[in-house]
T-cell receptor, first 117, second 112 residues
Framework: GAVVSQHPSWVICKSGTSVKIECRSLDFQATTMFWYRQFPKQSLMLMATSNEGSKATYEQGVEKDKFLINHASLTLSTLTVTSAHPEDSSFYIC?????????????FGPGTRLTVL | GQNIDQPTEMTATEGAIVQINCTYQTSGFNGLFWYQQHAGEAPTFLSYNVLDGLEEKGRFSSFLSRSKGYSYLLLKELQMKDSASYLCAVSGFKSSASKIIFGSGTRLSIRP
């Protein structure tokens, strides 16, 4: 149980285009999903917290107009990188917290590697 | 502010024991996690400590001292496949009870 999927697993795009990444909890309902970014040889940096049916909460320094987050249902959150540039190239990982879970454990998706040319 | 510190790199020998330390200073606390991450993959859950003391799970054990803001991950009988990054993470901030913040990670290399 507690499987989180991401799609796509990797994407290459041209500078200026927008890219949408999906995060799905496959066998549980997720009240909260989190989006992280990880640059090579660095740790995970939390970008935003996404709650179903409400606006996402962004961490300091993360542009909400550039990284659009939609959490339309208890099993799906999407991250759209708008007008992507080479510096946005990174490994994007989502995680989900199960409804009613007491210990704050998050289940991670496999990640999406974005390369912007 | 929030600060989670752990060594950047460590090296150990196959079959040996290694301890990875983590210290934290955060605005709130509701538990400490250890995750393992192989290169190019997502983190996988290893352990969760919310009370002081040692939690043992097979070859891996994790210790927590809340008064000292300190945790360690102990890996026994090291195997080559244990070469990975180990991430210390804290949850339970005043701004968001469910948010988890990660330390910079410790890259562990196992030599034969």
């Amino acid at each position: 149980g507690a499987v989180v999927s991401q799609h796509p697993s990797w994407v290459i795009c041209k500078s200026g285009t927008s890219v949408k990444i999906e995060c799905r909890s496959l066998d549980f309902q997720a009240t909260t999903m989190f989006w992280y970014r990880q640059f090579p040889k660095q740790s995970l940096m939390l970008m935003a917290t996404s709650n179903e049916g409400s606006k996402a909460t962004y961490e300091q320094g993360v542009e909400k107009d550039k990284f659009l987050i939609n959490h339309a249902s208890l099993t799906l959150s999407t991250l759209t990188v708008t007008s992507a540039h080479p510096e946005d190239s990174s490994f994007y990982i989502c995680s989900a917290r199960e409804l009613g879970q007491g210990n704050n454990e998050q289940f991670f998706g496999p990640g999406t590697r974005l390369t912007v040319l | 502010g929030q600060n989670i510190d752990q060594p950047t790199e460590m090296t150990a020998t196959e079959g040996a024991i290694v301890q990875i330390n983590c210290t934290y200073q955060t605005s709130g606390f509701n538990g400490l996690f250890w995750y393992q991450q192989h290169a190019g993959e997502a983190p996988t859950f290893l352990s969760y400590n919310v009370l002081d003391g040692l939690e043992e799970k097979g070859r891996f054990s994790s210790f927590l001292s809340r008064s000292k803001g300190y945790s360690y991950l102990l890996l026994k009988e090291l195997q080559m496949k244990d070469s990975a990054s180990y991430l210390c993470a804290v949850s339970g901030f005043k701004s968001s009870a469910s948010k988890i913040i990660f330390g910079s990670g410790t890259r562990l290399s196992i030599r034969p």
